[in-house]
């Protein structure tokens, strides 16, 4: 079945490290994108990419690097210079249009110990 | 720029009532709307989309939702709710320059029985 893989679920970082978390999904989809959920707060767009190799800031992008070598690939790299790392971390895919909406992952909820 | 404003932080409805969650939208063109459901701990459940056409869109496990435009709104509703709908619930709209998800806050909804 096609879908959007994420992992870990659960996710521990020390302070001044850098953790990655990872993105896949065999939807053949072009346009993939990582937000940030808090509470009450709705979901924030961090990064979005839609084609290999190019990608674009969202409106939180601080602290915060990706890559997109493969298509179906599109982790995010949570660095130390991003000060409040705890949060809930969606990715998700869709066609370019953004006429059928996002398939979502399940998520990554990452703490910072 | 391009808002999505749901006013009910939270809803709390008896099993078997009528539900409706507001959604208003600012945005110049017409908008491509959509409607998400989120269970704790969860990615996010596409409900419905409107592009165009008919302003009563129809969606999945028994949601509707009408675009009416002279009000900038995107209202969702159900009429019977049962005990598993209790979840948050995200409003959604398409904005241009990457054609990226603008969310809503969200709205907790929660089911008395």
């Known amino acids: 079945d096609g879908g959007i893989t994420q992992s870990p679920k659960y996710l521990f970082r020390k302070e001044g490290q850098n953790v990655t978390l990872s993105c896949e999904q065999n939807?053949?989809?072009?346009?993939m994108y990582w937000y940030r959920q808090d509470p009450g707060q709705g979901l924030r767009l961090i990064y979005y990419?839609?084609?290999?190799?190019?990608?674009q800031k969202g409106d939180i992008a601080e602290g915060y690097s990706v890559s997109r070598e493969k298509k179906e690939s599109f982790p995010l790299t949570v660095t130390s210079a991003q000060k409040n790392p705890t949060a809930f971390y969606l990715c998700?895919?869709?066609?370019?249009?953004?006429?059928?909406?996002?398939?979502f992952g399940s998520g990554t909820r990452l703490t910072v110990v | 720029a391009q808002s999505v404003t749901q006013p009910d932080i939270h809803i709390t409805v008896s099993e078997g009532a009528s539900l409706e969650l507001r959604c208003n939208y600012s945005?110049?063109?017409?908008?491509?709307l959509f409607w998400y459901v989120q269970s704790p701990g969860q990615g996010l459940q596409l409900l419905l989309k409107y592009f165009s056409g008919d302003t009563l869109v129809q969606g999945i496990k028994g949601f509707e939702a009408e675009f009416k435009r002279s009000q900038s709104s995107f209202n969702l509703r159900k009429p019977s709710v049962h005990w598993s709908d209790a979840a948050e619930y995200f409003c959604?709209?398409?904005?241009?320059?990457?054609?990226?998800?603008?969310f809503g806050t969200g709205t907790q909804l929660k089911v008395e029985l």
């Open positions: 945005y110049g063109a017409t908008p491509y």
């Open positions: 998700a895919s869709g066609k370019i249009t953004g006429e059928n909406g996002y398939t």
């Open positions: 959604a709209v398409i904005t241009g320059g990457g054609n990226k998800l603008t």
């Open positions: 990419s839609q084609i290999v190799n190019d990608f």
């Open positions: 939807l053949n989809h072009d346009a």
